[in-house]
């Protein structure tokens, strides 16, 4: 189980083992925020298992859980990415072709992908008629069908996810 403190640190805990004051399994800061703006993601890839999350230096950070005894937290990639919103993910198959999403909020106002092992992007928010209007910081998208949905205020905005490419495009609003 993993906890992001307002201290600044991630916590990586015992999920059998919870009861009483113990040491965490794992802890390291994680400086350039204080785990309380937005909410945090945890995913799993072929080449690990991460947590990431918009920190308050105008980024989304992914740390990675290493796979030693006992687990480390250390740092994965960190991307500069104007706003504040919540990450979610998406997989094709829950762990292959992951990508983090976050949307711009109180920022560019922009849906942005990420490569969730590398950091890399995928889709650098559209063009002029994808900028999103009256989004919130908490709020996630959410993917059915083929499509990315982002709810904002009084709108609900859907992009399509295209087989043959990452770039996406925005389909109503």
Known sequence: MLALGKDRNAYLLNRNNLGGIT?????ANVSGT???GTSAVTYRTSQGTYFAFHDDGNAVTAYKITATN???IVSGWS????GRGSPWVTTTDGTNNTIVW???VAGDQRLHGYNADTGAVVYAGGGANELMIG???WNTGIVARGRIYF???NKVYAFTVP????RLRIEAS
């Open 23 to 27: 040491a965490p399994v794992a802890q």
């Open 34 to 36: 204080t785990c309380r």
């Open 70 to 72: 006992p687990p480390g």
């Open 79 to 82: 991307m500069g990415q104007s």
């Open 102 to 104: 976050v949307a711009g």
């Open 135 to 137: 989004t919130r910081q």
């Open 151 to 153: 709810a904002a205020d």
């Open 163 to 166: 087989t043959a490419t990452p």
